[in-house]
């Protein structure tokens, strides 16, 4: 009699792999991942330099100087210095005066266009004060008045008059400019109102600097002086416009 033994099970298809280490005894671990190997950049192509004209420069700057030299350009230069330095600083100091009464109206004028008139009204300001230096250096170059003239008033020995206004005019002009650059330390009631006195005293320069421009060195045109003229008459109404405003809010808030 036979005995059937049984066959062993199918395998199955959608199971797993079996549980447990392989036959080898090492479990499964990771694939080591390979390095690559760094790529090098490869050395770019420089483009082929340009002729540079830098090393003609200091020889086209000479050759500049000496053209200059030859033709005189130095003592014509110094000539329209001894005349229109002055005009310049007296141009720019009248414009200061303008601008900063314009700055400060409040009928035709924002906040925002008052921010710019006092911008363009500081920097004419610093446009005067240099035209006035290089204006002095010229004249005490020249031999027109001396040191001493320039830095005590009325010690001119030609013209002490309007020499004399002229340097008060500067000196007048370096109080008002030091006091509105340290505006914030008047900032007290007191002091605001000893700040304004101070710089009201820039009129008073003005007129003095008027006087000097007009009468000390060449005679002006008769639409040089009209102009100034014109000038003067708009910031003494402008002025009082502003003592009128400035009483009437006085009376309000009284």
Do not use: N
């Amino acid at each position: 009699m036979s005995v059937s033994h049984p066959s062993p099970p199918a395998p199955d298809l959608l199971a797993g792999p079996p549980a447990g280490p392989p036959p080898g005894g090492v479990p499964p671990g990771p694939l080591p991942r390979r390095r690559l190997a760094p790529l090098r950049s490869r050395p770019r192509s420089r483009p082929a330099s340009r002729p540079s004209a830098r090393p003609a420069l200091p020889a086209a700057i000479l050759l500049l100087l000496a053209v200059a030299a030859r033709a005189g350009v130095a003592e014509r230069t110094l000539e329209f210095l001894d005349f229109g330095a002055g005009v310049l600083a007296l141009v720019s100091l009248t414009a200061t005066v303008m601008w900063g009464l314009a700055a400060t109206d409040r009928m035709l004028l924002g906040s925002a266009h008052r921010l710019l008139a006092q911008g363009v009204h500081r920097g004419l300001a610093v446009a005067g004060f240099g035209f006035l230096g290089l204006h002095i250096w010229v004249k005490v170059a020249e031999g027109h008045t001396t040191g001493t003239a320039v830095a005590v008033p009325f010690a001119d020995a030609g013209r002490p008059l309007l020499v004399g206004l002229g340097t008060l005019a500067g000196y007048l002009f370096v109080v008002v400019a030091v006091t509105g650059a340290v505006r914030s330390a008047f900032a007290s009631v007191g002091r605001s109102r000893a700040w304004r006195a101070l710089h009201m005293g820039a009129y008073v320069a003005w007129g003095a600097a008027l006087v000097h421009g007009l009468y000390a060195g060449r005679a002006a045109r008769v639409w040089v002086t009209a102009s100034y003229a014109l000038c003067v008459a708009g910031a003494a109404v402008a002025l009082v416009l502003r003592l009128r405003r400035a009483r009437r809010e006085r009376g309000g808030g009284a």
